[in-house]
């Protein structure tokens, strides 16, 4: 079989994007009998004439086929999806909360470890949440899964303060 060189042209354009829309002609010769049982090959002088059964081919004239190009264009994606979150850390050190604001998805959970010799506490603003007394190396975990902001202090060193935005 013998294809057109005008189709492999139409179709790297759909894989730029482009789209095209032609007539294209090929050429078609199909083969003499073959008998897939044996492999054999043999011509037969009547194209209507039945060879050696149900899985043998006859040969026909060559003939031209022309058949419409219609192509539409391919789009992909090249946005890599966005990585959920699903932790996030703290540090507690110098007497600070690091970072001093974050923003993560509902549903994240947040660790804070205090890395400071001193004790310190993780307390909300608004007393949703409370650590109570956190010594040195010690960590408190919150899950945040209602939207909002999250304002949040030391107890123990009101001047340590600190955001969660929570979308």
Not at 49 to 62: C, K, R, V, Y
């Amino acid at each position: 079989m013998k294809k057109s060189l005008f189709a492999f042209v139409c179709a790297s354009t759909l894989v730029l994007g482009a789209g095209c829309s032609s007539t294209t002609t090929s050429t078609t010769t199909t083969p003499a009998a073959t008998n897939e049982s044996s492999g054999s090959s043999a011509s037969t002088a009547n194209p209507t004439a039945s060879s050696a059964g149900p899985t043998s081919e006859l040969s026909s004239p060559t003939t031209t086929t022309t058949t419409p190009v219609t192509a539409v264009p391919i789009t992909k994606s090249t946005t890599p999806p966005t990585p959920v979150i699903s932790a996030q850390a703290i540090t507690i050190s110098g007497f600070a909360f690091s970072p001093v604001s974050i923003t993560v998805k509902a549903g994240t959970k947040v660790t804070w470890t205090n890395s400071d010799s001193m004790a310190h506490t993780i307390v909300a603003d608004d007393g949703s949440f409370s650590s109570g007394s956190l010594a040195k190396g010690a960590t408190y975990s919150q899950t945040f899964s209602t939207k909002g902001t999250y304002k949040y202090h030391c107890g123990i060193h009101p001047t340590m303060t600190a955001t969660i935005i929570v979308e």
